[in-house]
């Protein structure tokens, strides 16, 4: 029986997604000769463009929370037959870790791929898991400030209680916020909350270093 958290998660899924464009085969063989070819033609999907996944640092034993939603994810991109899109991978911890790592306009960790026809999203789950360990930070989640999220994009993020965000991406975060899903897992079950209802605290960071990256969303 699939929890309720996971139901709700499915229709917010399929109801926010944004109509897109794109190229997709037709399927009618045009003959040329003694060959033939199948033309492509743009195509108007519900759906998203790009994936993207965020996992805090620690949750590394949430490995089969995390395979569900790609698991479900994976199933409706495949459904609406999206073709090639492009899946990344974060890690984010709390803002001490990523002062000390430089990192205070950056992720901790980054990989991505991507997908095709064939490829799996919720193979990618152990690898992600496997990168955030088990070792959970007594502080609150930092969630650093990017600019790789698209507005027709789907961000999901695993963290544990409030996340803080750089004020700086105040304005760039509520107009993607309809497509951002988070998933809190340091519950007795997993809770998940749709980015219109749910509002993460802004606050003032100031490089610590030159070099820092502090981007907007």
């Not at 917010?12 to 009618?28: D, T, V, W």
């Not at 949430?62 to 479900?72: D, F, G, S, T």
């Not at 961000?155 to 951002?180: C, G, M, P, W």
Request: net charge neutral.
């Amino acid at each position: 029986m699939t929890p309720h958290w996971l139901k709700d998660f499915s229709n917010y899924l399929r109801s926010m997604a944004p109509n897109i464009e794109i190229s997709q085969e037709y399927g009618r063989l045009i003959q040329m000769g003694d060959y033939g070819r199948y033309t492509d033609r743009d195509v108007e999907i519900s759906c998203y463009k790009n994936i993207h996944c965020y996992l805090e640092k620690g949750l590394g034993s949430h490995c089969e929370e995390v395979a569900k939603v790609l698991r479900l994810t994976d199933r409706f991109m495949t459904d609406v037959k999206r073709g090639l899109y492009r899946f990344d991978m974060y890690l984010f911890g709390s803002i001490e870790e990523h002062r000390e790592d430089n990192r205070l306009g950056r992720f901790l960790y980054q990989y991505g791929k991507p997908m095709e026809r064939f490829n799996s999203l919720p193979a990618w789950a152990k690898h992600i898991c496997d990168k955030a360990g088990t070792e959970v930070c007594s502080e609150g989640a930092y969630f650093p400030t990017c600019s790789q999220i698209g507005y027709e994009d789907l961000a999901i993020v695993f963290t544990r209680s409030q996340v803080q965000i750089n004020e700086k991406s105040t304005d760039l975060y509520r107009r993607r916020k309809r497509h951002f899903f988070w998933f809190f897992l340091d519950e007795p079950e997993p809770k998940f909350v749709h980015g219109l209802r749910f509002q993460p605290d802004f606050i003032n960071v100031e490089p610590q270093k030159p070099d820092d990256e502090l981007r907007p969303f």
